[in-house]
């Protein structure tokens, strides 16, 4: 076999902060994530009236980072990951790092899922995992490249990680994993018996200054 050149790579970004700070920062943003949930009446009655099985705070806070300042630390956390991962992409930033746009709180309760979707008008999306019980999905990917596949053969079973149409992490608690938005992706149904806590996020590229 002659050696095959790599083309349109769609990268994954997985890291996991090791050392007491981060099993702190993991341990404080549990708490937190329960007593946002908690705490948020307004958000508790969209999940009942979308049939959202657990907690979102997508819909109710868009102010986490400043109303909480263990948030606040992870999202400092998160900025030197988003702009690592921006320069292994190889973005031309133009001098305007990657920012933070919105941060939301999901707890997913056994048997919950979030069916296929991407992150519209972000560029990075990640998730942050707090708790990820036994039995709790990862998150399932799927090749961006599936809608063009109409005569390609199937992938084997036991076909390699980068043939695959559809990629599932499974994470530890602690990992922080980002992909560009655009790249689609779900949670399978939980089989855990205890709740599954992540909490998500979106980078933008924030709009050059206007020249005077
Ligand atoms: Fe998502």
Redesign the pocket.
Known sequence: MPPLEMLFTTQLYQARPKGAKAVRLRDDLERACVAIADGDSAGQAWCREHAYQGYTSYASLDDLVWRDPIIADLAATLDGHVATFARALDFDLGGRPLALDSLWVNILEPGGM?AG???PGSVI?G?YYVALPDGAAGLKFEDPRLQHMMAAPPRRANAAQLNKNFVEIAPKAGTILLWESWLR?EVPPSRAKQNRISI?FNYNWPIAAKQK
Do not use: D, K, R, Y
């Open positions: 979030h979707h991407i992150h999306s998730t992706h998500s």
